[in-house]
Nanobody
Framework: QVQLVESGGGLVQAGGSLRLSCAVS????????MGWFRQAPGKEREFVTA????????YYVDSVKGRFTISRDNAKNTVYLQMNSLKPEDTAVYYC??????????????????WGQGTQVTVSS
């Protein structure tokens, strides 16, 4: 069983930064590609970014390109989301997710088999 635990969320002013972490249990972390999604109140959960198992390929939704950076440390079983120049519209619960297709950077929720419980990010104007 794979378990994911996010941390690092909080309240920040517009223009500020946060770094989210997602710790993944189990020995098979490096066999998964990883993604971050977010869900704002009253909205569908949306894709933010994804990274392949070795970190060689990443993909971002247009709204975060140039501001957010996904990375991973396979030795620590952890994936990160560095968020800079935050905007009020980035306010959401952020979820990390694991995709068994290691070479994928899929934007589709249905391809991600395991999910964390989410961490709240609130950006004040």
């Amino acid at each position: 069983q794979v378990q994911l635990v996010e941390s690092g969320g909080g309240l920040v002013q517009a223009g500020g930064s946060l770094r989210l972490s997602c710790a993944v249990s189990g020995r098979t972390f490096s066999t998964y590609s990883m993604g971050w999604f977010r869900q704002a109140p009253g909205k569908e959960r949306e894709f933010v970014t994804a990274i392949t198992w070795n970190g060689d390929s990443t993909y971002y939704v247009d709204s975060v390109k140039g501001r957010f950076t996904i990375s991973r440390d396979n030795a620590k079983n952890t994936v990160y989301l560095q968020m800079n120049s935050l905007k009020p519209e980035d306010t959401a619960v952020y979820y990390c997710a694991a995709n068994p297709e290691r070479w994928s950077t899929s934007t589709k929720r249905e391809f991600y088999a395991y999910w964390g419980q989410g961490t709240q990010v609130t950006v004040s104007s």
